[in-house]
């Protein structure tokens, strides 16, 4: 991809050497220790006696409350998080309920998914990218509840594409036959989002 | 503003540093000929690509600061321990390639069919998308009011400085910005930015 690009005169590598981390870290991308906040509205918060989550077919969902929500199985993962921003961390802790029993649950009633949020956010996803275990609703991290900046009660966790697809304040997972985009994916943002083949925006 | 979609596929090109100038003792204004110029809407960003002698890339969003129309500049504040702002505000000349792709984005944007009023909100170097908007709006003659708030941690660093001292082009309405406040808003929070949530 950057093959006929020319070097940039005077530029020299100033990062710290990854040691075994390097291959951890997708083109184009630089390790942070942070955590950083980037939202396209202002943060909702939604209390909890009022939220619920909904699986499936517009009309047709299963849905919990969040003290159903909070009785489902759940699980602990680490994991790499990708923003298409450019920046990235590692060993993310997190807690959450894997989406592939929120589709055994509910029913794999279709090939896409679109997440939706409160506020109005939305993003697209194909099903078999939040199955077989690479997806959770999750509602912890750092062993702490989900920080509503960092989209508590509960965000979408998709670590292997880009973050903007681990939808902050997730509240439903709608089930569909077509690959509709969503929020950022309409501004030009890539439809799938690998952060390993560096699809960034349309086309790449 | 919903729809306006941008398709268009991104291709990376190398543009020519034509201009720079410092606005602070660490923030540098760099314009920039680019070959291949779509156009960019008010409040757009744009990547920057760098990569060294070993082909090691490095990657970077910046927001557009000038005006559509007015061909286009970036503004870089210089992050000490950083990899790519200082090549940027130390290093780069007059003359030199700089790869780059965009406009990108387009939900943190603003034209004159839009309207207002406008009240923008920033610190540091989240003013850059904004001082576009601004100087857009005084291009476009758009009477549309609008209230700049506007934190720095000093009087010095003050981006833009003798810009937003300025009036308003033609006196119309108010003044488009209070004066700068050293003390101002502390550590404001800007509730809108233009990248995707993360």
């Known amino acids: 991809m950057t093959g006929t690009s020319p070097v940039s005169r005077g530029f020299h590598r100033r990062r710290q050497d990854l040691g075994e981390n390097a291959g951890r870290i997708p083109p184009g991308q630089y390790l942070t220790k942070d955590f950083p906040v980037l939202s396209a509205g ?36 680490t ?31 279709g090939p896409f998914a679109m997440a939706h949020c409160d506020g109005g956010y939305t993003t697209n996803l194909p099903v078999e990218d939040l199955t077989g275990g690479k997806a959770w609703v999750a509602y912890a991290y750092d062993g702490r509840p989900l ?5 508590g009660p509960a965000r979408l966790l998709v670590p292997h594409l880009y973050f903007w697809k681990s939808a902050k304040w997730v509240r439903s997972l709608e089930l569909r036959d077509t690959n509709d985009p969503g929020f950022w994916e309409n501004y030009g943002y890539h439809i799938y989002g690998d952060p390993w083949r560096e699809q960034r925006y349309a086309g790449d | 503003m919903a729809g306006t979609a941008l398709r268009r596929r991104l ?69 000490d321990d ?39 909100l920033a610190r540091g170097s989240g003013v850059v998308p904004l001082r576009s908007i601004l100087r857009y709006r005084e291009r476009t003659g758009s009477d549309v009011s609008v209230r700049l708030l506007y934190s720095s941690r000093t009087l010095d660093d003050v981006i833009y400085r003798a810009e937003l001292d300025r009036p308003a082009a033609g006196g119309r309405g108010d003044p488009h910005a209070d004066p ?9 929070r800007a509730a809108r930015r233009h990248g995707p949530a993360g």
């Not at chain 1, 998080?81 to 509910?106: F, N, P, R």
């Not at chain 1, 920080?147 to 989209?151: A, I, L, N, S, T």
């Not at chain 2, 602070?24 to 744009?46: E, N």
């Open chain 1, 42 to 77: 202002p943060t909702p918060h939604t209390a909890l006696d009022r939220w619920s989550f909904s699986v499936g077919r517009d009309g047709r969902q299963k849905s919990w409350s969040w003290d159903e929500f909070r009785a489902l199985p759940s699980q602990d993962v």
């Open chain 2, 11 to 79: 291709t990376w090109q190398v543009a020519k540093v034509s201009a720079v100038s410092d606005e602070t003792a660490s923030v540098r204004t760099i314009m920039l000929d680019v070959p291949d110029c779509p156009g960019h809407q008010a409040g757009q960003h744009l990547d920057i690509r760098l990569i060294d002698e070993d082909r090691y890339v490095a990657e970077r969003s910046y927001s557009i600061a000038s005006a559509p129309g007015e061909g286009v500049a970036i503004t870089v504040e210089r992050l």
């Open chain 1, 79 to 109: 994991v790499d998080i990708h923003c298409v921003t450019k920046w990235s961390k590692l060993d993310t802790s997190w807690q959450g309920v894997s989406v592939d029993t929120l589709l055994d649950l509910a029913g794999h009633d």
């Open chain 1, 147 to 151: 920080e509503p900046e960092h989209g």
């Open chain 2, 180 to 188: 700068p406040s050293a003390t101002g808003l502390g550590r404001l």
């Open chain 2, 82 to 120: 950083g990899e790519v702002s200082p090549y940027l505000t130390d290093e780069l000349r007059v003359g030199d390639d700089l790869e780059l792709r965009g406009p990108i984005g387009g939900y943190f944007t603003w034209e004159p069919a839009d309207g207002g009023p406008l009240l923008l």
